[in-house]
C-alpha cells in the first residue's frame, strides 16, 4: 500500500471568477491529476479559493508547489499537509463546486457524510469534510485582490480532482495479578450513540490509576505502560467494544520504545478491533517536551488509520500554541477549565476561543470531567458534542457500560 498525503490550502483569487472560467479552468488540471492519482475537491466563493488534495506525496507536493506560484490568486494558506490512511474523495471526483451550488449542498449538507455510520469509520478523513463545511460558513475567506491580474498563466490550480470478526481471545478475563482496567463511556450527544470508552488503569479492588503507578519502577514504567496498554485491548475486544478506544499514555512511553505504538497497532488487529478505532491520548505537555519527535512518530501513525487526542488540554503551558504546530483529530478539554464554567467568565472565554479554532482546523473536542448539568448546559450551548464525566457515566469496572444517563 502506497503511503497517501493529504493538502488543504486556502488562497485569494485575483479577480471574481465566474462558473465557466472555472470549469474551464479544471477541465485541463483534471485528466493531469487523473493521471496522477490526485484526487480531491476544489470551492470557491466569492473570490476565495479553498482546496483539498490527496495523493502520492511527491505528486501532490510538487502540485501544490506549481499552485503556490499561480498567479490567478495569492495569498496561498497551507492549513493541513499531513499523512492520511485513505482518500476522502477517493471515488467522488467531481473536481471543483461553486459554494452557493447544489452539487455542494447535497456534498456538505445534512447528508451521510456526517451521517453516524460514514462518519464513524471516518474520523482522521472526517476533518477535510469539516474544513470544507467550515469554508462553506464563511472561514478560511481571504479578501479578494484589489489589484487583479488577468495574465495569461499556465494552468495548474490542480484538481481536485474490515470487517470485525468476533474478538478472538480466550475465554476468561486475561491473566495478569497485578491490575486491570476500568472503562468510562464518551457520550456523542448528537446522535445519543457512545463514541469511545476510555480505558482506565484499576487495580484488582478498583483502586485508582495512581495507586497501581506509584508502585511501577521508574525504569519499568514503559514496559509496564506498553504491557498494559495490550491488557486494556484484549479486554475491550472481549467485552465485545464496537465504538471506539481511548488509551493512556505514561509520559515520555511514546519517544522512549520504538514499539510503543506498533504494539497497539498489532494487539489490536490480534483481536479483531481496527485501528480507526484507536484513539491514543497523550497529554499537552509531552508534546511540546520533543516536539519534532512527536511530530514525526505521530505523522508515521496516522497513515495507519489510528486517531490523536491530546489529553488535559489547557491545562498545559502550551494551549492553542500547540495546535500551530500540531493538529490532532481530538482534544480533550481539561477538567479544570470545564469546572464551573457555566459562571466562571475568563474560563469562558478561554473556551470559547478553543472551540473556535478547533472548528478551523477541523478538531473534533471532548468536554472532559463535567459533572453538573449546569457545565454541560453551557458546553452544549456553544456547540460541545463529546462528553466524558460522572454526569454521564462514571468509569465501570472491567466492563463497558451501554447506557448513560443524559442530563435534563
Ligand atoms: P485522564 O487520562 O485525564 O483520565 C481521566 C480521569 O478523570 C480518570 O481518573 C477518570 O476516572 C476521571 N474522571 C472521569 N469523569 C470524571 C468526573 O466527572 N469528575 C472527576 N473529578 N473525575 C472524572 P483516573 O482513572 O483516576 O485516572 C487518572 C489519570 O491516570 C488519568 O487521567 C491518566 O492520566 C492516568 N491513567 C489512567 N489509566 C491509565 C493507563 O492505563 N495508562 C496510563 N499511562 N495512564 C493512565
Ligand atoms: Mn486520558
Ligand atoms: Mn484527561
Same mark, same amino acid.
Given at each position: 500500500?502506497?503511503?497517501?498525503?493529504?493538502?488543504?490550502?486556502?488562497?485569494?483569487?485575483?479577480?471574481?471568477?465566474?462558473?465557466?472560467?472555472?470549469?474551464?479552468?479544471?477541465?485541463?488540471?483534471?485528466?493531469?491529476?487523473?493521471?496522477?492519482?490526485?484526487?480531491?475537491?476544489?470551492?470557491?466563493?466569492?473570490?476565495?479559493?479553498?482546496?483539498?488534495?490527496?495523493?502520492?506525496?511527491?505528486?501532490?507536493?510538487?502540485?501544490?508547489?506549481?499552485?503556490?506560484?499561480?498567479?490567478?490568486?495569492?495569498?496561498?494558506?497551507?492549513?493541513?499537509?499531513?499523512?492520511?490512511?485513505?482518500?476522502?474523495?477517493?471515488?467522488?471526483?467531481?473536481?471543483?463546486?461553486?459554494?452557493?451550488?447544489?452539487?455542494?449542498?447535497?456534498?456538505?449538507?445534512?447528508?451521510?457524510?456526517?451521517?453516524?455510520?460514514?462518519?464513524?469509520?471516518?474520523?482522521?478523513?472526517?476533518?477535510?469534510?469539516?474544513?470544507?463545511?467550515?469554508?462553506?460558513?464563511?472561514?478560511?475567506?481571504?479578501?479578494?485582490?484589489?489589484?487583479?491580474? %488577468?495574465?495569461?498563466?499556465? =494552468? *495548474?490550480?490542480?484538481?481536485?480532482? !474490515? $470487517?470485525?470478526?468476533?474478538?478472538?481471545?480466550?475465554? #476468561? +478475563?486475561?491473566?495478569?495479578?497485578?491490575?486491570?482496567?476500568?472503562?468510562?463511556?464518551?457520550?456523542?450527544?448528537?446522535?445519543?450513540?457512545?463514541?469511545?470508552?476510555?480505558?482506565?488503569?484499576?487495580?484488582?479492588?478498583?483502586?485508582?490509576?495512581?495507586?497501581?503507578?506509584?508502585?511501577?519502577?521508574?525504569?519499568?514504567?514503559?514496559?509496564?505502560?506498553?504491557?498494559?496498554?495490550?491488557?486494556?485491548?484484549?479486554?475491550?475486544?472481549?467485552?465485545?467494544?464496537?465504538?471506539?478506544?481511548?488509551?493512556?499514555? %505514561?509520559?515520555?512511553?511514546? =519517544? *522512549?520504545?520504538?514499539?510503543?505504538? !506498533? $504494539?497497539?497497532?498489532?494487539?489490536?488487529?490480534?483481536? #479483531? +478491533?481496527?485501528?480507526?478505532?484507536?484513539?491514543?491520548?497523550?497529554?499537552?505537555?509531552?508534546?511540546?517536551?520533543?516536539?519534532?519527535?512527536?511530530?514525526?512518530?505521530?505523522?508515521?501513525?496516522?497513515?495507519?488509520?489510528?486517531?490523536?487526542?491530546?489529553?488535559?488540554?489547557?491545562?498545559?503551558?502550551?494551549?492553542?500554541?500547540?495546535?500551530?504546530?500540531?493538529?490532532?483529530?481530538?482534544?480533550?478539554?481539561?477538567?479544570?477549565?470545564?469546572?464551573?464554567?457555566?459562571?466562571?467568565?475568563?474560563?469562558?472565554?478561554?473556551?470559547?476561543?478553543?472551540?473556535?479554532?478547533?472548528?478551523?482546523?477541523?478538531?473534533?473536542?471532548?468536554?472532559?470531567?463535567?459533572?453538573?448539568?449546569?457545565?454541560?448546559?453551557?458546553?452544549?450551548?456553544?456547540?460541545?458534542?463529546?462528553?466524558?464525566?460522572?454526569?454521564?457515566?462514571?468509569?465501570?469496572?472491567?466492563?463497558?457500560?451501554?447506557?448513560?444517563?443524559?442530563?435534563?
Amino acid at each position: 500500500m502506497s503511503q497517501l498525503i493529504q493538502i488543504i490550502y486556502c488562497s485569494a483569487a485575483k479577480h471574481l471568477f465566474s462558473k465557466s472560467e472555472l470549469v474551464h479552468l479544471l477541465a485541463k488540471s483534471r485528466s493531469n491529476n487523473l493521471k496522477n492519482s490526485v484526487t480531491g475537491m476544489l470551492l470557491y466563493a466569492e473570490g476565495s479559493f479553498f482546496q483539498v488534495l490527496e495523493g502520492e506525496p511527491e505528486v501532490v507536493e510538487r502540485l501544490f508547489e506549481t499552485i503556490r506560484h499561480d498567479r490567478r490568486h495569492r495569498d496561498v494558506t497551507l492549513i493541513i499537509h499531513e499523512p492520511i490512511a485513505e482518500r476522502t474523495f477517493g471515488d467522488w471526483t467531481m473536481g471543483y463546486a461553486d459554494i452557493t451550488s447544489k452539487e455542494v449542498d447535497e456534498l456538505l449538507g445534512a447528508n451521510d457524510f456526517f451521517g453516524t455510520e460514514e462518519s464513524f469509520t471516518r474520523l482522521g478523513q472526517d476533518r477535510a469534510m469539516k474544513l470544507l463545511e467550515a469554508f462553506r460558513h464563511g472561514r478560511w475567506r481571504v479578501r479578494l485582490s484589489d489589484n487583479a491580474e %488577468l495574465s495569461d498563466i499556465q =494552468d *495548474s490550480t490542480g484538481a481536485p480532482d !474490515s $470487517s470485525v470478526p468476533s474478538a478472538g481471545t480466550p475465554s #476468561g +478475563l486475561p491473566p495478569h495479578p497485578d491490575y486491570t482496567f476500568a472503562f468510562q463511556p464518551i457520550v456523542n450527544v448528537k446522535n445519543g450513540t457512545i463514541f469511545s470508552y476510555e480505558a482506565l488503569l484499576r487495580g484488582l479492588d478498583n483502586e485508582s490509576a495512581e495507586s497501581i503507578l506509584q508502585h511501577v519502577e521508574e525504569k519499568e514504567m514503559h514496559r509496564f505502560d506498553e504491557k498494559s496498554r495490550i491488557l486494556a485491548i484484549e479486554m475491550a475486544a472481549k467485552l465485545g467494544l464496537s465504538a471506539r478506544l481511548n488509551l493512556n499514555f %505514561l509520559p515520555r512511553s511514546v =519517544d *522512549s520504545s520504538p514499539t510503543a505504538i !506498533s $504494539s497497539i497497532l498489532q494487539t489490536a488487529k490480534r483481536c #479483531g +478491533l481496527r485501528e480507526d478505532q484507536i484513539v491514543l491520548e497523550i497529554l499537552e505537555r509531552e508534546i511540546i517536551d520533543d516536539f519534532d519527535y512527536f511530530n514525526a512518530v505521530l505523522d508515521d501513525y496516522r497513515g495507519s488509520g489510528m486517531h490523536f487526542a491530546i489529553d488535559d488540554f489547557g491545562s498545559g503551558y502550551a494551549g492553542l500554541n500547540l495546535l500551530a504546530e500540531f493538529q490532532p483529530d481530538l482534544i480533550k478539554l481539561d477538567m479544570e477549565l470545564v469546572r464551573g464554567i457555566d459562571y466562571r467568565g475568563p474560563r469562558q472565554a478561554i473556551v470559547r476561543g478553543i472551540i473556535r479554532t478547533c472548528e478551523d482546523l477541523g478538531i473534533d473536542i471532548i468536554a472532559e470531567g463535567v459533572e453538573t448539568p449546569e457545565e454541560y448546559r453551557w458546553l452544549h450551548n456553544e456547540g460541545i458534542e463529546l462528553y466524558q464525566g460522572r454526569l454521564f457515566a462514571g468509569p465501570a469496572f472491567e466492563a463497558l457500560p451501554v447506557t448513560y444517563r443524559m442530563p435534563g
